[in-house]
């Protein structure tokens, strides 16, 4: 088998390992980490060894420039990071933490990395390829999309069930929380905020598809049955961000009777809900007033105060890169903000990064 079978062969695992593991199982979305790690590597090796010792000059560092801006801030988001774990090594191992720890958290930026410079070099190749060979990747991307919906549906109506009934039949467990979805793998906060996103792609899908084509039905089920799973994870945050984001759906096509019509809706629903929690409605006043979610809001707030605090002390390269979490109880304290016991992160990814990088 040449290289390049062998490029195309791992990038396919990877991405089957991605549409089966990103809402079942962590370890399975391990492995497709590994597969396209083991992709970037043939693909530089391959490069490197056609073209020689020009590579480097010639063709990767012109294919860099391209990169969209959202590369380049992963880019700067590693090195922001690894510098502010160095600058501030001392800090973090003061407060009890290991700085390599730190340092591997930065995985996750760096795997992204790795995904776009595979995808965009992936993509070259298929714009190289015969039309009989685009067809085979053609139906190996829907056979991936088709095996991505039902897995993504199989572990929310898994959550659900765990959810009505207490136990999750597959991993054999009772189910994480009480009164909340938790999907497959037993987190209802990662799996809220991962939904969410899912939720949007395939209402962007079904809103492009073109009219009586009998995939768009399957769809909308797939659909309904995600956005059931989605609103029964009760996790506010996920919620208000997707009903945010759906009227700007129309905004792309100049659609904007159809923006204002939705904006109108989900403002009325918005007010429903309200009413709806403070008239007696057990569950939506669990959802937003009960005194958990108040003191909940009270917690993230004195979080977002934290931050703040550590940006007027150190705000060029933070208190390093993951070392809000345990230095926030210590910053609160010294600045007699609200609940000094708690240390958590900040809720809010610009406010962490803030606080952990500096500008």
């Known amino acids: 088998m040449s290289l390049n079978k062998y490029i195309e062969s791992f990038f396919f695992i990877a991405l089957f390992f991605l549409s089966v593991g990103i809402f079942t199982s962590i370890s399975i979305t391990a492995l497709h980490h590994i597969f396209l790690l083991i992709t970037f590597i043939l693909i530089l090796y391959h490069l490197y060894h056609k073209r020689g010792q020009s590579f480097l000059a010639r063709e990767f560092w012109q294919g860099l420039k391209h990169m969209p801006i959202s590369t380049w801030a992963l880019v700067g988001i590693l090195g922001s990071g690894i510098l502010s774990i160095i600058f501030n090594w001392k800090l973090i191992v003061a407060v009890g933490d290991n700085p ?52 993504t549906t199989v572990a929310t109506l898994v959550g659900i069930f765990s959810l009505y009934y207490g136990y999750n039949p597959l991993r054999m467990k009772t189910a ?27 209402l962007a899908t079904i809103l492009n598809s073109p009219k009586g084509k009998r995939y768009g039905r399957w769809l909308i089920i797939i659909f309904i049955i995600n956005l059931i799973g989605f609103v029964l994870s009760a996790a506010r945050g996920a919620l208000l961000g997707f009903a945010l984001a759906i009227p ?29 929690s403070q008239t007696g409605n057990q569950q939506l006043g669990e959802l937003l007033t009960s005194e958990s979610r108040i003191k909940s809001q009270d917690i993230r707030y004195s979080q977002f105060l934290a931050v703040i605090e550590v940006f007027k002390q150190r705000p060029w390269l933070g208190i390093g890169f993951r070392n809000f979490e345990p230095y926030s109880s210590q910053i609160k304290q010294q600045a007699n903000i609200s609940y000094p016991e708690f240390g958590g992160h900040a809720h809010n990814n610009f406010l962490e990064h803030l606080a952990s990088t500096g500008i």
């Not at 992204?112 to 190749?125: D, N």
């Not at 793998?185 to 990662?190: E, V």
């Not at 905004?251 to 923006?259: C, L, R």
Request: with cysteine.
């Open 100 to 151: 390599g720890k730190h340092i591997m958290q930065l995985k996750y930026f760096f795997f992204a990395l790795v995904s776009v410079i595979v995808y965009q070099e992936m993509g070259k190749r298929y714009s190289c390829l015969s039309q009989l060979e685009k067809d085979v990747w053609i139906k190996r991307f829907r056979w991936l999309w088709t095996l991505f919906l039902v897995a």
């Open 176 to 202: 994480c929380h009480p009164t909340r979805n938790c999907g497959l793998y037993g987190m209802y906060m990662t799996y809220a905020y991962g939904i969410q996103f899912f939720l949007l792609l395939l």
């Open 248 to 276: 700007f759906f129309f905004v792309g096509k100049g659609e904007w009777k159809k923006f204002i019509v939705v904006i109108c809706l989900l403002l009325g629903l918005g007010a429903g809900v309200y009413w709806g």
